[in-house]
């Protein structure tokens, strides 16, 4: 069973700084892409950056050129570099992990809450 890890989300002030990372484990099939999704509350679940193993990187438009999506060489260990934070970037932020082989399987991380306020 493929368990994804995140670290602790946070408490920001407005304008600041936050990491997380992920960690996948477990999986007996190459995983080929790893992201990270947020939900607002009373929101959809939207997504906010995804990187592909062969080397693409996709963001939102609300977190281009503030968050910088990154995969640990050769690992299945992937960190959200969130910078110039805003309120409306709280939100509880999931990790996510997709294989295609031998069938296309998505795997969730539990969440981690990420609060922007003064």
Same mark, same amino acid.
């Given at each position: ?13 407005? *304008? $600041? #700084? &936050? ?6 484990? !477990? ?7 790893? +992201? ?17 193993? *062969? $080397? #693409? &990187? ?6 281009? !050129? ?7 060489? +050769? ?44």
């Amino acid at each position: 069973q493929v368990q994804l890890v995140e670290s602790e989300g946070g408490l920001v002030q407005p *304008g $600041g #700084s &936050l990491r997380l990372s992920c960690a996948a484990s !477990g999986s007996m099939f190459p995983i080929n892409a790893m +992201g990270w999704y947020r939900q607002a509350p009373g929101k959809e679940r939207e997504v906010v950056a995804v990187i592909n193993f *062969g $080397g #693409s &990187l996709n963001y939102a438009n609300s977190v281009k !050129g503030r968050f910088t999506i990154s995969r640990e060489n +050769g690992k299945n260990t992937v960190y959200l570099q969130m910078n110039s934070l805003r309120p409306e970037d709280t939100a509880v932020y999931y990790c996510n992990a997709r294989r295609l082989i031998p069938s296309t399987q998505y795997y969730w991380g539990k969440g981690t809450p990420v609060t922007v306020s003064s």
